[in-house]
C-alpha cells in the first residue's frame, strides 16, 4: 500500500517562502506524473502544480510565477517552492497521482499565510 507523507509546511507571513516535501513509500514515483493539491477550510480540493515523468510541467493561474515543483525520483520525493506568498495560498497542501489521485491520500501539510 502506498502511503504520502508530506511535510515542510508552517506558519509564514505575507511575502515569505516556504518547501514543502512529499515522500511516498510502499511504491515509486518514477515514470509517473505527480501534483500537488491544496484544500482551503470550506473549499474543495483543487489542483496545484503537476508534473510529468518527463519533467512536462503546469500551474494553476492563481500561483503561476511564484511556485515552483520539482522532483527527485532517486529519493522518491517531490518538493513545492512556494514564493511571494499570499494569505489566500493558506490551505492544507497534498500530494498524489495527477490527473486522478489514484493513491490513498495523505495528512498533507499546514500552511498558513499570516501576518
Known amino acids: 500500500q502506498v502511503q504520502l507523507v508530506e511535510s515542510g509546511g508552517g506558519l509564514v507571513q505575507p511575502g515569505g517562502s516556504l518547501r514543502l516535501s512529499c515522500v511516498a513509500s510502499g511504491s515509486i514515483i518514477s515514470g509517473k506524473s505527480m501534483g500537488w493539491y491544496r484544500q482551503a477550510p470550506g473549499q474543495t480540493r483543487e489542483s496545484v502544480a503537476s508534473?510529468?515523468?518527463?519533467?512536462?510541467?503546469n500551474y494553476a493561474d492563481s500561483v503561476k510565477g511564484r511556485f515552483t515543483i520539482s522532483r527527485d525520483n532517486a529519493k522518491n520525493t517531490m518538493y513545492l517552492q512556494m514564493n511571494s506568498l499570499k494569505p489566500e495560498d493558506t490551505a492544507v497542501y497534498f500530494c498524489n497521482r495527477v490527473p486522478f489521485p489514484l493513491w490513498s491520500w495523505g495528512q498533507g501539510t499546514q500552511v498558513t499565510v499570516s501576518s
Open positions: 508534473i510529468t515523468s518527463g519533467g512536462g510541467i
